[in-house]
């Protein structure tokens, strides 16, 4: 049972280049989250997933898109990076316990863009 | 959308000392508040969280309080010890149709010292 699994871990592209980041989860869960997290601004929502099939904008989707490409799989494109991508992003899986979504995270891939 | 302010931004006390980090939200749909531990280059991890019916919860040194008429809630570390050392965040959770979206703190980072 791996939980959340992202990669890769670390990456590093020049600008104009582009790449795609999965994620996926063993979890059965139907919520699926990307995040960014830059120093000083915690975790910021990029896009979500609530179910096989749909998807989002959360607060900073601004030069990503995501595919859901089935329950377990959660995808994050990066089109034509730019250096204000750098930053670390974590993929989280939601499942509800206490009326909330307890959400799961991956160990993060560190993107640098130069 | 919601918004969640949190202070401080870094915290230092010494062994055995009590921690206490503060959040305030803006979103009275809001209705769960977890909070997550993440050390240096980690994922972040949940150590705690309480639904909004609910005004207390602890578990062992660590416990949260929730006032949702003052739309505050706050995480309490007593006894505090050198592996408490890490950055620490809230969240609050919004319900969006299926799925919740978790808004977070801006981190505060807690140093245990000797």
């Known amino acids: 049972n791996a939980g959340v699994t992202q990669t890769p871990k670390f990456q590093v592209l020049k600008t104009g280049q582009s790449m795609t980041l999965q994620c996926a989860q063993d979890m059965n869960h139907n919520s699926m989250y990307w995040y960014r997290q830059d120093p000083g601004m915690g975790l910021r929502l990029i896009y979500y997933?609530?179910?096989?099939?749909?998807?989002d904008k959360g607060e900073v989707p601004n030069g990503y898109n995501v595919s859901r490409l089935n329950k377990r799989e959660f995808s994050l494109r990066l089109e034509s990076a730019a250096p204000s991508q750098t930053s670390v992003y974590f993929c989280a899986s939601g499942g509800r316990a206490l009326g909330g979504n307890i959400q799961y995270f991956g160990a993060g891939t560190r993107l640098s863009v130069l | 959308g919601e918004n969640v302010e949190q202070h401080p931004s870094t915290l230092s006390v010494q062994e055995g000392d009590s921690a206490v980090i503060k959040c305030t939200y803006s979103?009275?749909?809001?209705?769960?508040f977890p909070w997550y531990k993440q050390e240096l280059g980690k994922r972040p991890q949940l150590i705690i969280d309480?639904?909004?019916?609910?005004g207390e919860k602890k578990d062992q040194r660590i416990a949260v309080t929730l006032n949702k008429t003052a739309k505050h809630f706050s995480l309490h570390i007593t006894e505090t010890q050198p592996e408490d050392s890490a950055v620490y965040f809230c969240a609050a959770s919004t319900p969006t149709g299926t799925a919740s979206k978790l808004t977070f703190g801006t981190g505060t980072r807690l140093q245990v010292t000797l």
């Open positions: 309480i639904r909004s019916n609910v």
């Open positions: 979103d009275s749909a809001s209705n769960y």
């Open positions: 997933s609530a179910s096989e099939g749909t998807t």
